[in-house]
């Protein structure tokens, strides 16, 4: 069975501070692995995804993530952060073949001026 | 840009009364998903079609919910009886093919009331 642990329920930075939020998996398969984010009221959006070849992937909004097998982590990272990036993040992961999605609890991020 | 569509963004239900959600997904797209979100939690996963056909359901409380997609295309989800703990979010999410990349494509969701 697949699950998702994102530790951290808030993460609070200072605009132009680094992001970083933490996720491991559990998947007894290859994963796919993916980054979504909400803003209030809305759906969810791929950020990014990891699926197969280079382990580090960029997505949007000047996001990246770094698959690490050896860890079981799929942590989220962002160089200097922006008031806009206040959301909720939510790390994911499916079977090759993306057949089911699961997803974490979630990490809200709160950005400071 | 292609939008997966849900009605309604709101619904405030008396328990016991029964609610529906409709969703269209992007076009082309034949695996459609509805996922239930509790206030400060992850989705859920409650029901996935393939077209017409549903994969799993398996997290679906069937006694109270069901859930089709008659011609492959748009779906409905329905609860009846509701009751106080399905306040939620419902989220329907569509992509490609059930054997690709896997990325989900998702509506804004209706939130649902139950008082």
């Known amino acids: 069975a697949q699950s998702v642990t994102q530790l951290g329920s808030h993460v609070s930075v200072s605009e132009g501070a680094l992001v970083l939020l933490r996720c491991n998996y559990s998947?007894?398969?290859?994963?796919?692995l993916f980054w979504y984010v909400q803003y209030p009221n809305q759906g969810l959006q791929l950020l990014l995804k990891?699926?197969?070849?280079?382990?580090l992937v960029k997505g949007i909004n000047g996001f990246e993530a770094e698959f690490k097998k050896s860890e079981t982590s799929f942590h989220l990272t962002k160089p200097s952060a922006h008031m806009s990036d206040a959301a909720e993040y939510f790390c994911?992961?499916?079977?090759?073949?993306?057949?089911?999605?699961?997803f974490g609890a979630g990490t809200r991020l709160f950005v400071k001026a | 840009e292609a939008e997966v569509a849900q009605s309604p963004r709101y619904k405030i239900t008396e328990k016991s009364q029964a609610v529906a959600f409709w969703c269209d997904p992007i076009?082309?797209?034949?695996?459609l998903y509805w996922y239930r979100q509790i206030l400060g939690q992850g989705p859920e996963l409650l029901v996935q079609?393939?077209?017409?056909?549903?994969?799993?359901d398996s997290q679906l409380p069937k006694d109270r919910f069901s859930a089709e997609r008659l011609k492959g295309v748009d779906s409905t989800l329905k609860i009846q009886p509701a009751e106080l703990g399905d306040s939620a979010m419902y989220l329907c999410?569509?992509?490609?093919?059930?054997?690709?990349?896997?990325?989900?494509?998702f509506g804004e969701g209706s939130r649902l009331t139950v008082l």
């Open positions: 999410a569509s992509s490609l093919a059930l054997f690709e990349t896997g990325e989900l494509f």
């Open positions: 998947s007894s398969v290859p994963p796919y």
């Open positions: 990891y699926t197969t070849g280079a382990t």
């Open positions: 994911a992961v499916s079977d090759t073949g993306g057949f089911k999605t699961i």
């Open positions: 076009s082309g797209h034949a695996t």
């Open positions: 079609f393939q077209d017409e056909s549903v994969v799993d």
